[in-house]
């Protein structure tokens, strides 16, 4: 069971990136799905998150209106399409997998992890 996160690099302040995560030996269909980023020296935190079904999204504060996560359950795939990026959006970017059908803005009922993926956003 893995989930691969891709499409991390470097992008000039007010580019953007689209991060797939992509599941293999196992489906999450059925499961609510989030993308988290750990930046040097800080606390990973919940960036987006998306229900098993994309009816119902979270977005923390800092990423609404420039951020849009959505889901492909045919394909077993996850994407966060990233725009207006800032320097302060560098960090490796994590997709995970709830135990649960719904999102969660906390990282305790994320059982399945990505490898994470970099971001650099150059001022």
């Known amino acids: 069971v893995q989930l691969q996160a891709s499409g991390g690099g470097l992008v000039q302040a007010g580019g953007s990136l689209r991060l797939s995560c992509a599941a293999s030996?196992?489906?999450?269909?059925?499961?609510?799905m989030g993308w988290f980023r750990q930046a040097p020296g800080k606390e990973r935190e919940v960036v987006a998150a998306?229900?098993?079904?994309?009816?119902?999204?979270y977005y923390a504060d800092s990423v609404k209106g420039r951020f849009t996560i959505s889901r492909d359950n045919a394909k077993s795939t996850v994407y966060l399409q990233m725009n207006n990026l800032k320097p302060e959006d560098t960090a490796v970017y994590y997709c995970?997998?709830?135990?649960?059908?719904?999102?969660?803005?906390?990282?305790?009922?994320?059982?399945?992890w990505g490898q994470g993926t970099l971001v650099t956003v150059s001022s």
């Open positions: 995970a997998a709830a135990q649960g059908s719904t999102w969660s803005s906390i990282s305790r009922p994320y059982t399945v």
């Open positions: 030996g196992r489906t999450f269909s059925n499961n609510g």
């Open positions: 998306i229900n098993w079904n994309g009816g119902s999204k």
